[in-house]
Nanobody, 121 residues
Framework: QVQLVESGGGLVQAGGSLRLSCAAS????????MGWYRQAPGKQRELVAT???????NYADSVKGRFTISRDNAKNTVYLQMNSLKPEDTAVYYC???????????????WGQGTQVTVSS
């Protein structure tokens, strides 16, 4: 029963910035990798960025140099700082966490409900 709640989405003009947050709650024993994915209308969901519990990150080529992923392990929260936004960044952004719940022995993937990011030209 892990819940992920995203916040920070909205409408911005091209060149603007937004910061997304995702807080995990529930019976969490530990969280390994956390990440952000996005899905634009008519397109498949794609990876944006991931971050491991030790701090290692990776990014999609389309956002590298513009977006920064970070996390606060004490708060079970992952962030996505988005700068120099482009209209093609418009999508629903989903938080993902690979977590072990209390009393289990394996990690399971969990998804948030998504937050809308719209970038106008």
């Amino acid at each position: 029963q892990v819940q992920l709640v995203e916040s920070g989405g909205g409408l911005v003009q091209a060149g603007g910035s937004l910061r997304l947050s995702c807080a995990a709650s529930g019976s969490i024993f530990s969280i390994n990798i956390m990440g952000w994915y996005r899905q634009a209308p008519g397109k498949q969901r794609e990876l944006v960025a991931t971050i491991a519990n030790g701090g290692s990150t990776n990014y999609a080529d389309s956002v590298k140099g513009r977006f920064t992923i970070s996390r606060d392990n004490a708060k079970n929260t992952v962030y996505l700082q988005m700068n120099s936004l482009k209209p093609e960044d418009t999508a629903v952004y989903y938080c993902n966490a690979n977590a072990e719940t209390s009393g289990t022995y394996t990690y399971t993937g969990f998804w948030g409900q998504g937050t809308q990011v719209t970038v106008s030209s």
